[in-house]
């Protein structure tokens, strides 16, 4: 028996309202381009959208005109969708409050993860919305993951709660030291003053 790898997401597709509220949300509040539409080729009542969360893959949206916004928050129980998180920039991140403020919609605050910032609000059917911004860059050749995993197991065996700014900083160091050449025979820290 062997595995089924996968190589990324490719899509999501998320039940939404009628086309033009999903349009105004995905589009007119998160800037996802809309790239493209046609029918929902297992259901001729709904429209099928596709969106570019902006890394080039796809968010697709089921709509209806028979279904409007209704605001509650969409089902939590086991085997339900919690939330989707998107990543932004420090930059959107630092504005987000203000953005969803001027615009009335409610959300969360700030709210510090660790490794990143978060802050969650609804869409307009009541679906859980993050945006999420990593609190570090990984090094050239290195992905979040491997920074992620890396810091994980310094925390682990420092025993502390959950990953914090010093455990990335860590995890970074190690990466670099293990994955970038040099002609030096020593590479411990000094203190050349």
């Given at each position: 028996?062997?595995?089924?790898?996968?190589?990324?997401?490719?899509?999501?597709?998320?039940?939404?309202?009628?086309?033009q509220t999903s349009i105004d949300f995905w589009e007119g509040v998160l800037g996802m381009p809309f790239i493209f539409d046609q029918?929902?080729?297992?259901?001729?009542?709904?429209?099928?959208?596709?969106?570019?969360?902006?890394?080039?893959?796809?968010?697709?949206?089921?709509?209806?005109?028979?279904?409007?916004?209704?605001?509650?928050?969409?089902?939590?129980?086991?085997?339900?969708?919690?939330?989707?998180?998107?990543?932004?920039?420090?930059?959107?991140?630092?504005?987000a409050v203000t953005r969803l403020d001027e615009r009335g919609i409610p959300h969360s605050g700030p709210k510090d993860r660790g490794?990143?910032?978060?802050?969650?609000?609804?869409?307009?059917?009541?679906?859980?919305?993050?945006?999420?911004?990593?609190?570090?860059?990984?090094?050239?050749?290195f992905r979040h993951a491997d920074v992620m995993i890396e810091a994980h197991r310094i925390r682990v065996a420092r025993g502390d709660?959950?990953?914090?700014?010093?455990?990335?900083?860590?995890?970074?160091?190690?990466?670099?030291?293990?994955?970038?050449?040099?002609?030096?025979?020593?590479?411990?820290?000094?203190?050349?003053?």
């Amino acid at each position: 028996m062997q595995k089924l790898p996968t190589q990324g997401v490719h899509h999501i597709t998320l039940t939404g309202a009628d086309r033009q509220t999903s349009i105004d949300f995905w589009e007119g509040v998160l800037g996802m381009p809309f790239i493209f539409d046609q029918p929902n080729l297992d259901n001729p009542d709904e429209g099928h959208l596709y969106f570019d969360p902006g890394d080039g893959r796809l968010i697709t949206i089921f709509s209806n005109e028979k279904r409007k916004p209704v605001h509650d928050r969409t089902p939590t129980d086991p085997g339900c969708v919690h939330h989707i998180a998107f990543n932004v920039s420090k930059a959107v991140w630092s504005q987000a409050v203000t953005r969803l403020d001027e615009r009335g919609i409610p959300h969360s605050g700030p709210k510090d993860r660790g490794f990143m910032d978060s802050i969650y609000f609804k869409d307009p059917l009541g679906f859980l919305i993050e945006l999420a911004c990593y609190r570090f860059e990984p090094p050239e050749g290195f992905r979040h993951a491997d920074v992620m995993i890396e810091a994980h197991r310094i925390r682990v065996a420092r025993g502390d709660y959950n990953i914090a700014e010093v455990h990335l900083a860590d995890a970074i160091e190690l990466l670099m030291k293990r994955g970038y050449q040099t002609l030096s025979e020593d590479r411990d820290p000094k203190n050349p003053y």
